[in-house]
């Protein structure tokens, strides 16, 4: 009987193992499906389904969203825009086209469009990592938690990615300048250490200074433990006005404390940024927050029409963009100013400021400048240095109008000198029956005279300021003024030397040099000077 149990036994298991063989086997594929799912689901698809968001600690936001990055109109008419698109946990939406964007500018949809999918090693982000360094990051190990993610970003720049690193306790300060060498920054990232206060909104400002001076596709990653003490001498609206003036993203991370005044206003930069707000109850989660924000800033699109709109009025124009993905729509709004052309008044000078010497300077329309068209009447001041200068009197035999104005009697010309605020202003009016001024050249001529003696190689300062400028209509022409800035040339050393031996009842010649080691002459137009000698020994030889 024992013998028939034990072969009883033996066949059962025999019989199953073929099923927990089968059991394995499907656990091992699911395994692999589950795998490959998390490591193609960073750049979703647009198909319609969207992965998880594991244990749903990243915030819940639309099905789909749509970011302005930023609008490029240098080009113009030529506008491009560059968006991010990223599904309900974050993670961009890939393999879009000119299908499923429209866009608007000022409520007219403008098309045709172009779109381009811009991925990983073909964008370059120039990223200030921001670290909380504060007294309250000691604890459940948040210093180095905050350290590793900032890390993980860093160990995914690729090459033309650049990083600076900024860490705030009592006072904000620069731990690494943007730089693409990984090995630099994250030993700059290993040497924070936590202490202090919570100077938050003085780091965003200065922050903002840093990436003020870097040019490129720009942003913010800012990690908080979100503390209700903040010790800034700034307050939050000067830090995010300061901070929006550079018109890039902020991505904001708050670890641990939540509902507090910080992560309010953290929230509201990243919106008001165009970034977005992550939570983090502990560290665990800050690795994989800042690899979202990584994939968002390398992949975006590219969206590029010409404005129907070509008027280089400086106007505001608004853009509004749309985008639909597997029934899902996400709408986004930015703006741009389109250039405005100005006709520039500046002035000019081809001589040089010597002692006592009388030299003139001109204002002209300069071909770099777009031409005056039916010009009628034209206001301006020139600005100069009283210290130095004084205008050549009579000021009516000083001022002279250029060829644009040619001939002179076709105007009327009137001058306001103040000699005390160094302003020479100068109106002129076109005839009514004379043609209405066209094109680009000189506009009028001022004679100056430098003091004695003047300052070697001071730099002098004339400027066209309070420019006004009106067509036959008298309509006001966009128009500037400019600067010139010109160094004061003093005296000239001059030497007598000689190669001839001096010997009695022998001629020998002496010359008049400016010696090696002394200061060449501009642009000599005369020479003066007077050679003294001894009578008694010496007489100029004759005739």
Not at 481 to 503: F, H, K, P, W
Not at 532 to 540: H, P
Request: glycine share 6%.
């Amino acid at each position: 009987m024992k013998n028939d149990e034990f072969y009883s036994r033996k066949r059962v298991l025999v019989q199953q193992a073929p099923s927990e063989r089968c059991y394995l086997l499907q656990w091992l594929v699911l395994s692999l499906i589950v795998l490959a799912v998390f490591f193609f689901s960073r750049i979703a698809p647009a198909n319609g389904q969207v992965p998880g968001a594991g244990d749903g600690t990243l915030p819940k936001i639309q099905a789909l969203n749509l970011r302005f990055y930023k609008i490029d109109a240098s080009a113009f008419p030529r506008i491009v825009s560059y968006v991010n698109v990223n599904n309900d946990v974050g993670f961009a939406v890939g393999a879009l086209d000119e299908n499923n964007f429209r866009v608007f500018e000022d409520s007219r949809r403008q098309l045709p469009i172009v779109v381009e999918e811009i991925t990983t090693d073909s964008i370059g982000v120039n990223v200030a990592l921001v670290i909380d360094r504060s007294s309250s990051m000691r604890h459940d190990g948040a210093m180095d938690g905050a350290k590793a993610a900032a890390k993980t970003y860093v160990n995914l720049m690729n090459g033309l990615d650049e990083a600076a690193v900024v860490s705030f306790g009592n006072s904000p300060r620069t731990d690494h300048e943007f730089s693409t060498d990984k090995t630099s920054l994250n030993a700059a990232i290993d040497g924070i250490n936590y202490g202090g206060g919570t100077e938050l909104y003085d780091a965003i400002i200065h922050t903002a200074n840093l990436l003020g001076n870097k040019d490129g596709n720009r942003a913010m990653i800012l990690m908080t433990d979100g503390d209700e003490k903040e010790d800034s001498e700034s307050s939050y609206q000067q830090a995010k006005a300061a901070f929006l003036q550079l018109g890039i993203p902020a991505f904001c991370i708050g670890l641990n404390n939540q509902n507090t005044t910080i992560e309010a206003n953290m929230i509201d930069l990243a919106n008001a940024s165009g970034g977005k707000y992550y939570y983090s109850p502990d560290t665990t989660q800050l690795a994989e927050i800042y690899k979202t924000i990584s994939t968002l800033l390398h992949h975006q699109y590219r969206v590029t029409y010409t404005t129907d709109n070509p008027r280089r009025d400086g106007s505001l124009r608004a853009v509004r963009m749309e985008v639909d993905v597997a029934a899902e729509t996400a709408v986004d709004t930015s703006s741009y100013r389109a250039p405005i052309d100005r006709v520039a008044f500046v002035p000019v000078s081809a001589d040089v400021i010597a002692p006592g010497r009388e030299f003139t300077v001109s204002v002209e329309i300069p071909a770099s400048s777009i031409p005056v068209y039916r010009l009628r009447q034209l206001h301006f001041q020139l600005r100069y240095n009283t210290q130095y200068l004084d205008l050549v009197q009579p000021a009516n035999q000083a001022v002279s109008l250029g060829q644009l104005f040619d001939p002179a009697a076709e105007n009327q010309m009137t001058l306001s000198v103040d000699e005390n605020a160094g302003t020479v202003g100068v109106t002129i009016v076109r005839n009514s029956s004379a043609p209405l001024v066209e094109g680009r050249g000189m506009v009028a001529h001022l004679r100056f005279r430098a003091v004695d003696p003047v300052p070697d190689d001071l730099s002098l300062q004339f400027r066209t300021v309070s420019v006004q400028a009106f067509d036959g209509e008298n309509r006001e022409m966009p128009s500037e003024g400019g600067t010139l800035l010109m160094r004061t040339y003093g005296y000239v050393t001059m030497a007598v030397t000689t190669q001839d031996t001096c010997s009695p009842g022998r001629d020998f010649a002496i010359d008049i040099v400016i010696p090696q080691d002394g200061k060449a002459v501009p642009e000599l137009r005369d020479f003066n000077a007077i050679l003294k000698y001894d009578t008694r020994y010496l007489s100029i030889k004759q005739p």
